[in-house]
T-cell receptor, first 111, second 115 residues
Framework: GEDVEQSLFLSVREGDSSVINCTYT??????LYWYKQEPGAGLQLLTYIFSNMDMKQDQRLTVLLNKKDKHLSLRIADTQTGDSAIYFCAERGGGYNKLIFGAGTRLAVHP | DVKVTQSSRYLVKRTGEKVFLECVQD?????MFWYRQDPGLGLRLIYF???????EKGDIPEGYSVSREKKERFSLILESASTNQTSMYLC??????????????FGQGTRLTVV
């Protein structure tokens, strides 16, 4: 069945780069997403990548997709304290545009 | 500005009560979803609806039901609340296109505590 996995915690120093990794199982996924959840809030879409792309860059964010290994990563350059949040990887799987989410990676940024 | 609104941010209910969580979207989206979020488990899909009066079970439908009488409103019902349903509940909506990006928009969440 469909499954999305990510590590639960990542701690980085302010100014360093953060890399959050995700693996998924559904090879037919057309879109893959990164959502951000700040404390006490719902999820907001950060970025997404279409499955025929290898990389997408958007300001400080870089998404890399390795379709062969079903591996997705999100790199945040020059990580700031405001980037502290939970980051969810999601794939569009199944019928009816259903999104399958990973467990979320809690990013902690320390001085 | 797109909006998904959940009726309550915080709810405290007693075991055995019938609980209604309401969600309204103003984007004319076909798809609506109810997830619950628990630490270490991420978001798990309870139910989703792809059209008015249509519903599909998600991964954890037991103990829940849903209602979609109007396109903009999707209700989650806990028939008899239990303490293991204490959780954060997130509603989402997305357009019904089968091609193209299908971004889901989320409400702010309802933190339900069952005592």
């Amino acid at each position: 069945g469909e499954d999305v996995e990510q590590s639960l915690f990542l701690s980085v120093r302010e100014g360093d780069s953060s890399v959050i990794n995700c693996t998924y199982t559904d090879s037919s996924s057309t879109y893959l997403y990164w959502y951000k959840q700040e404390p006490g809030a719902g999820l907001q879409l950060l970025t997404y990548i279409f499955s025929n792309m290898d990389m997408k860059q958007d300001q400080r964010l870089t998404v890399l997709l390795n379709k062969k290994d079903k591996h997705l990563s999100l790199r945040i350059a020059d990580t700031q304290t405001g980037d502290s949040a939970i980051y969810f990887c999601a794939e569009r799987g199944g019928g009816y545009n259903k999104l399958i989410f990973g467990a979320g990676t809690r990013l902690a940024v320390h001085p | 500005d797109v909006k998904v609104t959940q009726s309550s941010r915080y709810l405290v209910k007693r075991t055995g009560e019938k609980v209604f969580l309401e969600c309204v979207q103003d984007m004319d989206h076909e798809n609506m979803f109810w997830y619950r979020q628990d630490p270490g488990l991420g978001l798990r899909l309870i139910y989703f609806s792809y059209d008015v009066k249509m519903k599909e079970k998600g991964d954890i439908p037991e103990g829940y039901s849903v209602s979609r009488e109007k396109k903009e409103r999707f209700s989650l019902i806990l028939e008899s609340a239990s303490t293991n349903q204490t959780s954060m509940y997130l509603c989402a909506s997305s357009p019904g296109t089968s091609l193209g990006n299908t971004e889901a928009f989320f409400g702010q969440g309802t933190r339900l505590t069952v005592v």
